[in-house]
């Protein structure tokens, strides 16, 4: 065996954002008005994560914007600044009878990792492409759980992580 290798069985040490204390700064969640019914769902999704995980409520605002289109601009605007640890961006495309929703979904996707990558910040990423109403529904409350849970989550574990890697 290398002197490179550790042996099969032996522990290999792992950081994980999984504990730990959280970086100074507020969590912004970005919001769609768009679908209003179901990104309010999400925006509580979140915010009960964010309590839950023991965020101070006065370390945390709600930025709302028209739709999915707007979340990127607003987080590039947010994500500089210091006194902003992280963005959670919430939305909700539901495919139609054109490919609108397709070119929104990947523009949106494509840029909120370019904006993380950029600023070196974490993103939760909670914006909905289904295929159908019920589809989003489900994803925001319903009986595949709740994304705006799933987005602050990432979010915090991110945070956490990335205070314990500097």
Known sequence: MSTNQAPADAAVPEI???DGPFPAGDVVI???RYNAS?????????????????????RVRVVRVPGAWELSLVAAQLLPREDVAAV???GC????????????????????????????KPIGFGLLTCNTLEQAL????GNVGNKGHEA??????????QLKIA
């Open 30 to 32: 970005v919001a769609s």
């Open 16 to 18: 994980s954002g999984l």
């Open 93 to 120: 495309v539901i495919r139609g009878e054109t490919t609108h929703d397709q070119h929104i979904n990947r523009a949106v996707s494509d840029s909120l990792m370019q904006l993380s990558l950029q600023c070196v």
């Open 138 to 141: 489900q994803r925001s409350g």
């Open 38 to 58: 179901i990104c309010d769902s999400l925006v509580k999704g979140s915010l009960e994560t964010l309590a839950e995980a023991g965020i101070d409520g006065d």
């Open 88 to 90: 959670i961006t919430l």
């Open 152 to 161: 602050a989550e990432a979010a915090l574990e991110m945070l956490r992580l």
